[in-house]
């Protein structure tokens, strides 16, 4: 069986024209057609990082329910952390095989099945099938609301709803020059924080903001400022230009002030271009260093303040292997204080960002013990430069290096 035999161009043009929700029946049945897989499942990662919600396929076992897991401590989330594709032995004398499936550093899920046997051809298919997977369901789930319904494990308020679909659709994006990821863990009562990010051909965008106020009136605030900086963003304009909008749009709709940082990465020199309204000051850890980047504050946006003050823009050249994390000051109040943020940065400088996201939140929200009183937002960039020869390889796929792939009942091949 060569590389090429699963057909992932077969595959996208069924899934075309297949009803958006049956994104993961496509993908079965072509898995089952070439390698004879069983009980192929999908399992969505849920908002908040802590469970899966498993998705079978339209002829799969049908339960009133849907089956959720817990990821801690679980083989799923070894199987995401570590982006590699498992393969264990079950008592049917078939193997059990896990998937990561990521689009661009975002971790969407896993893609489960039960195979009748395996090698390294198989298995490198099957991780082309979970790629395949990826690409299709995020260009499905604008059709539907099975993937968003498929990542809500708890109920959702309403200011929750508004600010869950003011962030990127993606929490975490990848390119040869960098490496991305965000993380939000909301108040019982919405803060109004929100991050953001666009890439260019030559510049990456990034934006972290946080809104006076609790609940609908912080919700409605966000959505007021990340509109304007959008939109901003969207019609050419500079940062400084971007902050000049965004702080008219609070001025003349009287909504109220937010703090926030605007930043423009220049993709072939590395310098940034920053603006601070107001925002905590961001931790830079480069040679296992962290410290804080002294930047001058801007007043917030919001704040009436004489027609010719303009925003400041203030520059910071990033160095291969530089982390930049950007903060809001839910990570760093109250109960928050007590987390080292320096400490943990630096103790997972080995980790991909959107582990360190992860690792960073759930910090706060445990020393919150989950009740959190202000919203808490980070994003961390990890900064390679740029590579000579083309696009890099993605850092956290290795479709030619799975686990170790079990033989005939015991050793490997």
Known sequence: M????????????EAGSASPVESVDVVARHLQKRFGAMCVSFLFVDLIGEELVRITTADGPQRDHPERIELRGSVYEKVLRSQRLRVEPDAEGGFLAIAPVTNRGDCVGVLEMTLPHTGRSVLREVNRAALALAYIIVTDRRFTDLYHWGRRTTPTSLAAEIQHHLLPSASCCEAPQFSLAGGLVPADDIGGDT?????????????????????????????????????????????????????????????????GQLLRVHLDTGVVQLVNAGHPRPLLMRDGTVEEVRLRANLPFGVPVPPALSYTVQT????????????????????????????LTRDSRSLHPRETVRTLVSAVHEACRGRLRDDATVLCLDWRGTRPGGPARPLDRDDDDPWPVPGPRGGTR
Do not use: W
Not at 231 to 248: F, P, S, V, Y
Not at 324 to 332: A, E, K, R
């Open 316 to 343: 910071l050249r990033l160095r291969p292997g530089d982390r930049l994390l950007l903060l809001t000051d839910g990570m760093q109040d109250r109960a928050a204080a007590k987390v080292d943020l320096a400490a």
């Open 2 to 13: 060569n590389g090429d035999e699963f057909g992932l161009g077969d595959v996208l043009v």
């Open 195 to 259: 991050y953001d990010y666009a890439l260019d051909r030559d510049t990456l965008h990034l934006s972290i903001t946080d809104a006076m106020g609790h609940d609908t009136d912080s919700a409605l605030l966000a959505t007021l400022l990340l509109g304007a900086l959008r939109g901003a963003r969207r019609a050419g304009c500079d940062i400084a230009e971007q902050a000049r909008r965004a702080h008219q749009a609070l001025i003349e709709h009287h909504r109220g002030f937010a703090t």
